[in-house]
């Protein structure tokens, strides 16, 4: 088995979460601090990605550390939340001026959190960046705002990386970064080297692409910055419990990720609104732990062969083999 894999969950993942029937929420509301200590529950989680502002009447810096501390956790990332109401429009690719100049703020003063806490990255989830209808928008401007606003953080803080976590849809109808494809586009027009993606498994299988093959084509151009498991239906982004729906995909996943060497943080994206937040993440983690356990197991030079003749079974019988043991 390799160094010891750190296992990590973003902070909404111990959220109350509400919907467009159930308004009122799944359970009752809870600070920042009290989702650490919930965080801190669960088996072999080390790190925590953090929405930014934090959430809480009296949460602090200080109260944030002591919180961390307790829970033996430490931060992996700050997410700023520019996705919210006063960016419906968009954030980086707003027609207002004034919003477009709170997104640069927002996201600098995430980035000093992030050296704050000596964090890895800025996550960037511009949900609200894109279009609904058609005529709505002028593609190429859109596009050219998407591109240069990110850009534009990424060289105001050099000394820090930028995470942009695609997503074809929701909340809006098309997301300007919508695929690994077209992310990889924009940071290539960027010409920076401190932006990268973080690959949402899910967001991925929503988005008709196969997650491995994402994985692969971010890691050939030397952007896979981080990365979210979960699982969904594909046909919405369900933040299921990783592992209960695609289980073989999420094995290739992580076998692309072995096979190249990345060897970055397994952080669990899911929105268990009714489900006990806790139990949900340590049964990912239990899942993850056997998947493990089934990278070392695999025969390489056996899988190795049959993808050269490109031989589906018996490539399937040896990866069904490490994973779930022999018939």
């Not at 009447?57 to 006063?86: C, F, W």
């Not at 000596?118 to 949900?127: M, S």
């Not at 401007?141 to 695609?166: C, R």
Request: charged share 25%; with cysteine; aromatic share 10%.
């Amino acid at each position: 088995m390799t160094a010891k894999q750190r296992y990590g969950a973003g902070i909404w993942h111990f959220a109350t979460y509400v919907d467009r029937y159930a308004t009122d929420g799944y359970g009752p509301q809870r600070d920042l601090l009290e989702m650490i200590d919930l965080a801190g529950q669960v088996e072999d989680l080390s790190v925590v990605d953090i929405n930014f502002p934090f959430v809480g009447k009296d949460v602090s810096l200080t109260s944030i550390e002591q919180a961390l501390d307790r829970n033996g956790l430490s931060v992996i990332g700050i997410t700023p939340e520019i996705y919210t109401r006063r960016f419906a429009k968009g954030a980086f690719t707003n027609p207002d001026p004034g919003v477009r100049r709170l997104t640069n703020e927002m996201c600098n003063e995430a980035a000093k959190m992030v050296r704050h806490f000596g964090a890895d990255y800025v996550k960037l989830w511009p949900g609200q960046d894109g279009w609904d209808y058609p005529f709505q928008v002028d593609h190429k401007a859109l596009w050219t705002a998407s591109v240069e606003g990110v850009a534009e953080l990424a060289a105001q803080n050099p000394d820090l990386k930028f995470v942009i976590e695609y997503k074809p849809r929701e909340p809006r109808v098309h997301m300007s970064y919508d695929s690994v494809a077209r992310t990889l586009l924009a940071i290539e027009r960027m010409g920076v080297p401190n932006v990268g993606i973080l690959l949402d498994f899910g967001h991925s299988l929503y988005g008709g692409e196969s997650p491995a093959d994402a994985a692969q084509l971010a890691i050939d151009h030397g952007r896979l910055f981080g990365m979210d498991v979960n699982d969904n239906m594909r046909g919405w982004d369900d933040d299921l419990i990783a592992g209960s729906v695609h289980p073989i995909e999420l094995f290739e996943f992580f076998w692309t990720l072995r096979k190249n060497g990345w060897d970055g943080v397994w952080q669990l994206d899911q929105f268990p609104f009714r489900e006990d937040c806790v139990a949900a993440a340590n049964s990912a983690i239990r899942f993850l732990k056997r998947i493990e356990r089934a990278l070392d197991r695999l025969d390489v030079e056996g899988l190795k062969a049959a993808q050269a003749r490109q031989d589906a079974v018996t490539a399937l019988d040896i990866a069904r083999a490490a994973l779930f043991g022999d018939a």
